[in-house]
Structures are given as C-alpha cells and as structure tokens.
T-cell receptor
Framework: GEDVEQSLFLSVREGDSSVINCTYT??????LYWYKQEPGAGLQLLTYIFSNMDMKQDQRLTVLLNKKDKHLSLRIADTQTGDSAIYFC???????????FGAGTRLFVKA | DAGVIQSPRHEVTEMGQEVTLRCKPISGHDYLFWYRQTMMRGLELLIY????????DSGMPEDRFSAKMPNASFSTLKIQPSEPRDSAVYFC??????????????FGSGTRLTVV
C-alpha cells in the first residue's frame, strides 16, 4: 500500500543547513508536500512540489524531488532556532483520495 | 477566513465520561478529516468526509468513537465512554481536494484531550 517514510530526528547547529529526507511509494502522486508543526500547534503547509518538477526553491527552503527513486528532500538554509519543529513529508494529488503523511522528523536546532 | 476552528482547545475528563470535540472547516472546502496524534503512534487518520458524507472510517479505533457532519460547516467527534488511552491531541483538517491538490490540507489548532 501507500507509505511515506522519513527519519525521526535531526539535530543541527544554528546557521548550518538542515536536510530532511523522505521516501514514498505511490508513483502516481501528483503533489509532494512538506508540512511544519510547531509545539502546541497544528500542521501547516510549508511548501509543495508538483511531480513534474525536480526542484523548487522558496527563500531559505529548497525541495528536491527524485521521481525515479521516489525520494523527496527539504533543505533549510541558515537554520534558525525558530525552525525547530516537526516536519512531515506527505504525498497526495487531486481528486478524492487522501494525502498520506509520514511519521514526521523532529528538527532540533542548537544555538 | 479564520481557518479551521476546533473547540475546545483542552479537555480534561474522567474515565467513562462522554467527550465531544467540535470542528468548523474552512468555508467551501469539500473534505474534512479527523486525525489523532500521540507520541507513540504519530499522526493517525481516523475518518474523513466528502460533502458531509463519511467516506472512510477504517481508522476509527473502536465503536466508542463516532463522528458526524450534519452540515458543511460543522463536524463532531464523540468518544463514549472515554478511556485513559484515548488521551491525545485530536486534529481536524479540511481541503478542497481529498488528496490535497496544490493547497494541501488546512489543519486546526487541535484539541488536547486528557482522560484521567
């Protein structure tokens, strides 16, 4: 069945780059997402990439998609303490099927 | 739009009591989802609706859980009777497309349920 896998923890120093990786199984997914969850809050859509793209950049965020390997990554440049959160990878599309979420990667940023 | 609104934000109840969680989705969104989040199990999809009709309730853990969506602007998740293992954060989310589309899902702030 559909599955999304990601590592559970990542620790980086403030100012370094963070790279969070994810693999997914459904090759028919048309959108791949990254959601951010801050403490005490719900998930918030951070960015998405359409399946016919290899890369998407949005300020400090870079999303890379390797469709052949079904691998998605999120790079955060110049990581700040405010980036400490849980980051969820998810696959989805259009129509009446549900989005599948990974277990989330907890990012710790050390000052 | 004020986003997805959930109430209450926190609920503490005694084992055996009935608990009702409420959700107001974003106006115009056709899909509504109920999730549960715990440290042990992560984010679990409990049930989702399309145009107020339940589509998939395979994630509902037991018959003690029930969900309704009487109209496009309101949904409830009820637990009766509640048990300590039901303690979790419950999220409601809504979207224009079931699989997310380009806008993804919009989540509420959640209800933190503690059953003692």
């Amino acid at each position: 069945g559909e599955d999304v896998e990601q590592s559970l923890f990542l620790s980086v120093r403030e100012g370094d780059s963070s790279v969070i990786n994810c693999t997914y199984t459904d090759s028919s997914s048309t959108y791949l997402y990254w959601y951010k969850q801050e403490p005490g809050a719900g998930l918030q859509l951070l960015t998405y990439i359409f399946s016919n793209m290899d890369m998407k950049q949005d300020q400090r965020l870079t999303v890379l998609l390797n469709k052949k390997d079904k691998h998605l990554s999120l790079r955060i440049a110049d990581t700040q303490t405010g980036d400490s959160a849980i980051y969820f990878c998810a696959e989805g599309g259009t129509g009446g099927f549900k989005t599948i979420f990974g277990a989330g990667t907890r990012l710790f940023v050390k000052a | 739009d004020a986003g997805v609104i959930q109430s209450p934000r926190h609920e503490v109840t005694e084992m055996g009591q009935e608990v009702t969680l409420r959700c107001k989705p974003i106006s115009g969104h056709d899909y509504l989802f109920w999730y549960r989040q715990t440290m042990m199990r992560g984010l679990e999809l409990l049930i989702y609706f399309n145009n107020n009709v339940p589509i998939d309730d395979s994630g509902m853990p037991e018959d003690r859980f029930s969900a309704k969506m009487p109209n496009a602007s309101f949904s409830t998740l009820k637990i009766q009777p509640s048990e300590p293992r039901d303690s979790a954060v419950y999220f409601c989310a809504s979207s224009l497309a079931g699989a997310g589309g380009r806008y993804g899902y919009t989540f509420g702030s959640g209800t933190r349920l503690t059953v003692v």
